[in-house]
């Protein structure tokens, strides 16, 4: 067994870059340029996922500020940029439904120890190749769950008496509620939102430097104060958080409370969290890795999401993780190295001390185009129509995801894709493995040792080859290849098994069952081709002292011996 090297599982990749003494001039001056710019893209996410997910601006930008920066410091990736992203909005909103303010942070802070967790045990590579429909089921019903929660405040719906209206959090109860509340619309506040719907589209043909959400947080900011002027009225940030027009102030760390009734309430919640963050941060460095060249390490990556997940709350923070599209803006602007990731956190802290008064005057209808955006980029409806054209069963996992993502609840679809990916990891191991019996009509193949194999293979002797893993899947192929067999009577039953990488208690048993219902008809049976890890659990369990180790081989040249000398007399040795 190999010894376990920390180093190999978490290093971070600043830690690299700056151990080398390689970190230039030349490369602080791109990271810097590819900070700032990354920044200026972070600002109005950052606040539009925080006020969506139904916290305060300044927690998402003091998410994208701690949080971004650790994961940036500590991750796997040269280029990573982390922070509050649209797929945490369903969850976390449901969860301070629930549990409140304090329920989140504890929540987050257990799904930080879930991430550090699957990176210590090395998870980090078998989460990221997670199926693809499961993974576009989960995206799209989050870009619709993102899309339903933005109705109001794009339409600027209010209560029938005038009020703030309050969403009911189910979907379809949802959409029941705009209806019934349609006639209250804003055209106001919808031309905002249409606008800024059709910058955040169109500005990309004018410029990629600046991002069009910026550009529509601020002529959208201008446009409420000329509003505001004329005495029309439209929702902005400062009406609802009236304490941002005395500026931010940094929060005082403080460790929520976790006791065990509490981590058992939240268990699951943080569990979804954990999940959601580690295949949405895997995904985000392996597109990173495919564009700049460079390979990530998994692991290190979980630890790093981790670390941040459990200090972002001590700060106020909510739950973070790798961010597809800020990450793209780092590369295309230059970012190569965590430097760049840190600058743009540091930058955000700045604008968050000196800048946030502006931010009272920025409209709701503004940010909810905004989001209505990053839902239709984040449905991707060409991957979608893509996937209609593969086998049934994609399109049918692809359809259960995101149903159960938008009727039901992000938790039981994480839960319910996880067993599904299980199921179908399992049918197609069950696809590529089989158990067959060589035989006189097979005689002639391509290898050589096996026609020499099958030219001494007498009615006395009966060869099984399992092809794959010899696990609960397809252990009952073995009864299945036996009763079309009922007529033949060898001597001798050799098991070829060197195609058998590991055996599961399962295959254990039935290969036991298998060797009882042989002995009781006489017949011996001989193991060939057993790979030492194969061997090891096979005497680990006892099996080879019941079968007898004399009947085990690690060629088929010695069984086929074996097999000819115990077929040579009329009674089997054992």
């Known amino acids: 067994m190999s ?53 305060s601006p300044q927690q998402g930008l003091i998410t994208a500020i701690v949080a971004g920066f650790v994961i940036s410091f500590l991750g796997g990736s040269n280029v990573q940029i982390g922070g509050p992203t649209g797929a945490f909005i369903v969850i976390v909103s449901g969860i301070l439904a629930d549990k409140g ?78 209806f019934e509340t349609i006639t209250t619309a804003n055209p106001w506040a919808t031309a905002v939102a249409i606008f800024t719907v059709v910058i955040g589209i169109f500005w990309q043909k004018v410029t990629k430097v600046v991002p069009g959400s910026l550009v529509a947080l601020i002529v959208c900011s201008v446009i409420s104060v000329v509003l505001k002027h004329y005495n029309i009225h439209i929702d902005t940030i400062g009406n609802v958080y009236p304490e941002l027009s005395g500026g931010a102030a940094l929060p005082k760390p403080e460790m929520p409370a976790i006791n065990l009734r509490a981590f058992r309430e939240l268990l699951t919640p943080a569990f979804t ?55 793209m803006t780092n590369i295309n602007n230059g970012g190569k190295t965590p430097v760049s990731g840190m600058i743009h956190s540091v930058f955000l802290l700045l604008i968050y001390l000196f800048l946030m008064p502006l931010a009272s005057n920025i409209p709701f209808a503004c940010l909810a185009g905004v989001l209505v955006v990053i839902a239709y980029n984040m449905f991707q409806i060409r991957v979608v129509k893509g996937l209609m054209k593969n086998p049934k069963s994609d399109v049918i996992v692809f359809f259960v995801t995101f149903l159960l993502t938008v009727l039901f609840d992000l938790t039981i679809a994480i839960e319910v894709g996880i067993l599904i990916a299980g199921i179908l990891f399992i049918k197609r191991v069950m696809e590529t493995s089989n158990i067959k019996v060589i035989e006189n009509e097979f005689m002639r193949t391509e290898d050589p040792e096996s026609d020499a194999i099958m030219e001494k293979l007498n009615k006395d002797i009966e060869i099984y080859e399992i092809d794959g893993p010899f696990f609960f899947g397809i252990a009952n192929k073995f009864e299945q290849v036996s009763s079309e067999l009922k007529a033949r009577k060898p001597k001798v039953r050799i098991i070829r098994m060197r195609k058998v990488p590991f055996i599961d208690s399962t295959g254990l048993q039935n290969l036991s069952t298998l060797c009882m219902k042989s002995r009781k008809e006489k017949i011996q049976v001989v193991l060939s081709g057993v790979t030492e890890e194969v061997y090891g659990v096979l005497e680990h369990s006892g099996f080879a002292d019941k079968l007898g180790k004399e009947f085990i081989f690690d060629h088929i040249s010695k069984a086929l011996k074996k097999a000819e000398e115990i077929a040579s007399n009329s009674e089997p040795k054992r």
Request: aromatic share 10%; net charge positive; hydrophobic share 50%.
């Open 3 to 55: 010894k376990y090297d920390l180093k190999k599982v978490f290093y971070p990749k600043s830690f690299e870059v700056l151990r080398k003494g390689k970190y230039t001039k030349q490369l602080f001056v791109k990271d810097l340029t590819a900070g700032l710019i990354v920044g200026i893209v972070a600002l109005p996410l950052a606040i539009a996922f925080g006020i969506a997910s139904g916290v």
């Open 101 to 178: 303010i304090v329920g989140l942070m504890i929540a987050t802070c257990i799904a930080g120890v879930f991430l550090i967790v699957m990176g210590l045990l090395k998870f980090g590579d078998v989460i990221k190749f997670m199926p693809y429909p499961i993974i576009v089921g989960f995206t799209s019903g989050i870009a619709i769950m993102i899309f339903s929660t933005q109705i109001k405040d794009f339409f600027g719906l209010t209560a029938m008496d005038g009020s703030r209206l309050n969403v009911p959090s189910e979907f379809i109860d949802k959409w029941i509620c705009y």
């Open 273 to 327: 969290i954990a999940m959601l963050g580690a295949i949405e941060s895997l995904l985000s460095a392996m597109v990173a890795d495919g564009v700049t060249g460079k390979k990530h390490n998994s692991n290190t990556e979980l630890i790093g999401q981790g670390i941040a997940n459990v200090v972002s709350p001590i700060f106020g923070g909510i739950p973070a993780t790798g961010a597809i599209t800020r990450t």
